[in-house]
């Protein structure tokens, strides 16, 4: 194989490795259990193992060397799936399939038309806000059609901030627009961006993601929730109150370990109800003495803003959160997307 190749390769692997290295090393107990969601620590250190091998290989030089007949695999292959060992016509008829399938996907990419204008989701109430800490960020959100009877919500956080992310979410969000319609639900939509993103050298970090899929005519929200902050729901019992709870992580962030599992959840979003899905850039955000905002303090202003619009939730927001940092520069992009039952 080209050694310009191999180098190139091996760069993105050593800064993949560098980031999530980096991310198991500094980060809190917390912050790993919320991406890591089901899997341990130690599908983390699998994943990295796995990068080891493939910068060793690249070192001498039996990268994409084709284990059955020891010529070079396809630079297309290597590049989709650095761990890629079999010639394309050593493949079996359906990894072929496969293939010809995710290398259609690839040139829908490409086509795939920016921005997405707002939604109009029968049954629900919803508004954004998103605000990079520098001019770009790696936030994300997006409102994509399942079906006609099936409405997909989506945020999503790629590690790291800056130009570099934005390049990242800039990918994501080509992924995202071609594989939701074609696909059954969050859980195959989180499956399916994974197996594009988990060994692909053109993405060096991991990404959080949380995708609902609301059906207007059961009220139904199903939703998969990849290493992402819990969203907050607050269900209104048809009194003055209100029943709370926070919509945990049902896998792990894309990216981040080896072989996971993406599993799914459900609820209702009644007239009424309220939902709001946020970045780590809002719970983080830190006031002079270094103390961060925190879901409780979220929690408390989404409280009392129960009964309140959607736009009027995000403003309330915005407001805590200017008061809460005093004039103090943004550290993390800060997104938000509010839900109500109408």
Not at 54 to 64: M, N, Q, R
Not at 290 to 296: A, E, L, P, T
Request: charged residues 25%.
């Amino acid at each position: 194989m080209d050694t310009t190749m191999l180098e190139r390769i091996r760069t993105h692997l050593v800064q993949k490795r560098a980031t999530l290295g980096e991310w198991l090393g500094a980060s809190s107990n917390d912050k790993k259990t919320i991406l890591l969601g089901s899997s341990s620590q130690a599908a983390v250190r699998a994943h990295l193992d796995a990068i080891d091998t493939a910068i060793e290989k690249c070192e001498c030089g039996e990268l994409g060397v084709c284990k059955v007949c020891g010529l070079s695999v396809d630079d297309n292959l290597l590049e989709m799936d650095y761990t890629a060992d079999v010639c394309i016509e050593h493949l079996s008829s359906e990894e072929i399939d496969r293939l010809e399938d995710e290398l259609e996907l690839a040139k829908d990419v490409q086509k795939a038309l920016l921005p997405q204008d707002a939604p109009t989701i029968p049954g629900l109430d919803v508004a954004a806000y998103s605000r990079p800490a520098a001019y770009v960020g790696g936030d994300y959100f997006d409102f994509i059609d399942f079906s006609e009877e099936t409405h997909a919500l989506l945020i999503a956080d790629v590690a790291g901030h800056g130009v570099s992310a934005s390049l990242q979410m800039a990918s994501l969000q080509a992924l995202v627009r071609v594989i939701i319609p074609a696909s059954d639900s969050p859980a195959q939509v989180v499956e399916r961006i994974h197996d594009l993103f988990g060994h692909n050298i053109r993405f060096d970090t991991f990404v959080t993601m949380f995708i609902g899929a609301f059906s207007p005519a059961t009220r139904m929200f199903t939703y998969c929730n990849a290493g992402h902050n819990p969203p907050l729901v607050l269900q209104a019992d048809g009194g003055q109150g209100s029943t709370e709870s926070w919509l945990r992580p049902t896998g792990p962030a894309v990216g981040l370990v080896e072989e996971p599992k993406f599993g799914q959840s459900a609820l209702t979003l009644d007239q009424g109800d309220l939902m709001v899905m946020y970045t780590d850039g809002v719970v983080e955000a830190e006031d002079p003495a270094k103390n961060f905002f925190g879901g409780d303090q979220l929690a408390e202003v989404v409280r009392r803003l129960r009964t309140s619009s959607p736009r009027e939730v995000i403003r309330g927001i915005q407001q805590s959160l200017a008061g809460f940092v005093m004039g103090k520069p943004l550290s993390d992009d800060i997104t938000l997307v509010v839900c109500r039952g109408a």
